[in-house]
Nanobody, 113 residues
Framework: VQLQASGGGLVQAGGSLRLSCEAF????????TGWYRQAPGKQRELVAD???????NYVDSVKGRFTISRDNVKRMLYLQMTSLRPEDTAVYYC????????WGRGTLVTVSS
């Protein structure tokens, strides 16, 4: 059972990236799911979550810049990130909320100034 993130990369400040997450071995459509991130030396934090019926919530630091979405048929979760800042640099993970599956390797997002 795992949610596998992809789509990270190196981007300049002000740029955009779209992360994708595919769910394996889980009845994806019934779970609240979210994007978490862990910056170097910091604890993992939940930055955006979305309910089974697509009600979204965001941490204040990403409101207005990030958009979470899901496709229950494809068992996919997405995070559209715009106006990226160096402080968004982190390994991004997807999981249920709270995290019930293994965390996997995540996908690294690096924002250069």
């Amino acid at each position: 059972v795992q949610l596998q993130a992809s789509g990270g990369g190196l981007v300049q400040a002000g740029g955009s990236l779209r992360l994708s997450c595919e769910a394996f071995g889980i009845n994806f459509k019934i779970y609240q799911t979210g994007w978490y991130r862990q910056a170097p030396g910091k604890q993992r934090e939940l930055v955006a979550d979305i309910s089974s019926d697509s009600i979204a919530n965001y941490v204040d630091s990403v409101k207005g810049r990030f958009t979470i979405s899901r496709d229950n048929v494809k068992r996919m979760l997405y995070l559209q990130m715009t106006s990226l800042r160096p402080e968004d640099t982190a390994v991004y993970y997807c999981n249920t909320v709270p995290g019930r599956t293994s965390w996997g390797r995540g996908t690294l997002v690096t924002v250069s100034s």
